[in-house]
């Protein structure tokens, strides 16, 4: 098995990413898990603009669903040099290597969105929150909701 869990989002250059994978792909035996994991830019538009309103602008939107990069120094940099994709679009991005896709899940969905409320949960409330998220998780029509995505490849 070889664990990916955070390269993918701060390699801001596809070919980066790509020699990323590719030596992910290297070090695996045939059959193996690759676990990558990445950062939906979707939930991170939304995160940012009603946390800090200077990124509430069309030139952020546009930057963000165009291209998923900010750098360091940037206008549009709220956090460091990063990339945010899209389930669909890691999907199309892994497929272009030798391997299967076999789970893809939304790690976090919207919790991060409610960490008050779910702090507060009584013990029964917490078991059927976390109830729901295990059966919500590969739900492909919110994928792109959750802050993480972790797709799970077999070489």
């Not at 076999?102 to 919207?110: A, C, R, S």
Request: overall charge negative; glycine content about 6%.
């Amino acid at each position: 098995m070889v664990l990916c869990l955070g390269p993918i989002y701060h390699l801001t250059n596809e070919c980066d990413r790509e020699k990323c994978i590719k030596e992910s792909l290297r070090v695996l035996k045939r059959g193996g898990i690759l676990a990558i994991s990445y950062i939906n830019k979707h939930f991170v538009l939304n995160s940012v603009m009603i946390t800090d309103k200077r990124f509430l602008t069309k030139q952020f939107v546009d930057k963000l669903s165009n291209t998923g990069v900010i750098k360091d120094g940037e206008k549009e940099c709220f956090w460091t040099d990063a990339f945010f994709t899209t389930p669909l679009e890691m999907e199309a991005f892994i497929e272009k290597f030798d391997s299967q896709i076999i789970d893809h899940v939304g790690t976090d969905g919207v919790s991060p969105f409610l960490k008050d409320f779910v702090d507060n949960m009584n013990d029964e409330e917490y078991s059927t929150w976390l109830h729901y998220s295990l059966i919500s998780c590969r739900e492909k029509s919110i994928l792109g909701m959750s802050n993480h995505g972790l797709l799970i490849c077999r070489k």
